[in-house]
Every structure is written in structure tokens, then in C-alpha cells.
């Protein structure tokens, strides 16, 4: 027996009634796999940015808008009162501001006088006086649940009949570490 050569194994049959598991034949193909993961992250995205969105920190309102015509008579002086309430749980600082108005002739955007002007313009122009709010700059400081009003003047190079005709005043507050809060009337 050990000296007899043994025949070799007959061939497979070339076509078979059996598939083996892993052959191409049974997997999907493969864009099917790439779309599945493309789908299933797109869904945690989507998720994780809804319930991380940003809230505004503070809530308010625009209280009191008047103008001045300045003595040149072709320039305003605007005073802006915004009441705003810090409906979170910490301290919030404001940075700084910028009131837009909408007026017949297009969009103006400025940003309001430094705080250290204030008593001059008022000294200037009395009538600005029409507000008790407090100048509201950078580092104003409102405390969890507080409420806070404040003054914004800025100044506009329009005639007091075209501001008069004014369609809007958006105020934005940018507060430091925090999404701004914009303010319509």
C-alpha cells in the first residue's frame, strides 16, 4: 500500500447546486454599506446639533425710539432704550451693540456712542434726555433672573422727516461668550 500510487481526487463539478457564504455572489453591493453609514451619520449630526442649539441668553425689548435734529439739519441723533432680562443661569456681559434702521432710501447701521460721550451729547442736545436708562456698553454686567434698561445714541446721516419715515430699528447686543440677542421694532 505504501508503495502504490494513489489516483488523484476527481475535480469539482465546474457548476454546482451550492453557493459558499462568502463568495461575491451572495454580498450586497458595495455602495449599499456606504449609503447605510452615510445615512446613519447624518442622523447623529443632525441629532446632537438639535438638542445642542444655542439659546439666547436674555430676552427683551426695544422700549423707547427718538430723534434729534442736530443743528446742520441734515444728520439725527437717535437714543435707542432697550429693557433686557437674563433669563439664564449666570452672569452676562454685553460687549457691544449696533442699531440698524430701515428707511425709505435703504439700510443704516451704526454703532452707539461710548459711554464717556453721553454727557456731553445730552449737554449738546437736552431733548436726548428723554430717557432715565442708563448708558449699556461693553462690560455691562446683568445678573441671572435681573432685568437691566439701557441707552444706545447713535446718529444717522438723515434729515428728521426722512428718519420720521423710518420702516424698522433692529438692535443687536453682542454679549462676550454668548449668541447675540436681537431686538426689533
Same mark, same amino acid.
Given at each position: 500500500?505504501?508503495?502504490?500510487p494513489?489516483?488523484?481526487?476527481? &475535480?469539482?463539478?465546474?457548476?454546482?447546486? %451550492?453557493?459558499?457564504?462568502?463568495?461575491? $455572489?451572495r454580498?450586497?453591493?458595495?455602495?449599499?454599506?456606504?449609503?447605510?453609514? $452615510?445615512?446613519?451619520?447624518?442622523?447623529?449630526?443632525? /441629532?446632537i446639533?438639535?438638542?445642542?442649539? @444655542?439659546?439666547? &441668553?436674555?430676552?427683551?425689548?426695544?422700549?423707547?425710539?427718538?430723534a434729534v435734529?442736530? $443743528?446742520?439739519?441734515?444728520? *439725527?441723533?437717535?437714543?435707542?432704550? *432697550?429693557?433686557?432680562?437674563?433669563?439664564? +443661569?449666570?452672569?452676562?456681559y454685553?460687549?457691544? $451693540?449696533?442699531v440698524?434702521?430701515?428707511? &425709505?432710501?435703504? +439700510?443704516?447701521?451704526?454703532?452707539?456712542?461710548?459711554?464717556?460721550?453721553?454727557?456731553?451729547?445730552?449737554q449738546? %442736545?437736552?431733548?436726548?434726555? @428723554?430717557?432715565?436708562?442708563? =448708558? #449699556?456698553?461693553?462690560?455691562?454686567?446683568? #445678573?441671572?433672573?435681573?432685568?437691566?434698561?439701557?441707552? /444706545?445714541?447713535?446718529?444717522y446721516?438723515?434729515?428728521?422727516?426722512? =428718519? +420720521?419715515?423710518?420702516?424698522?430699528?433692529? *438692535?443687536?447686543?453682542?454679549? %462676550?461668550?454668548?449668541?447675540?440677542?436681537?431686538?426689533?421694532?
Open positions: 500500500m505504501s508503495g502504490t494513489q489516483p488523484p481526487a476527481p &475535480p469539482k463539478p465546474a457548476t454546482s447546486s %451550492y453557493q459558499e457564504m462568502d463568495s461575491p $455572489a454580498s450586497l453591493p458595495p455602495i449599499v454599506p456606504v449609503l447605510i453609514a $452615510a445615512v446613519a451619520i447624518g442622523a447623529i449630526v443632525f /441629532f446639533a438639535r438638542t445642542n442649539r @444655542q439659546t439666547p &441668553p436674555a430676552t427683551g425689548s426695544i422700549t423707547k425710539v427718538f435734529e442736530q $443743528a446742520s439739519k441734515d444728520r *439725527v441723533l437717535v437714543g435707542v432704550e *432697550v429693557n433686557i432680562k437674563n433669563s439664564g +443661569d449666570a452672569a452676562i454685553v460687549k457691544d $451693540a449696533s440698524k434702521v430701515s428707511l &425709505p432710501t435703504g +439700510d443704516l447701521t451704526d454703532s452707539p456712542a461710548p459711554g464717556a460721550d453721553m454727557p456731553r451729547y445730552f449738546a %442736545y437736552p431733548e436726548l434726555k @428723554q430717557s432715565n436708562a442708563e =448708558w #449699556m456698553g461693553d462690560n455691562t454686567k446683568i #445678573m441671572p433672573g435681573a432685568s437691566r434698561s439701557g441707552l /444706545f445714541i447713535v446718529g446721516q438723515v434729515t428728521k422727516d426722512v =428718519w +420720521d419715515k423710518r420702516r424698522s430699528v433692529e *438692535v443687536t447686543i453682542h454679549f %462676550y461668550d454668548r449668541m447675540p440677542l436681537v431686538l426689533k421694532q
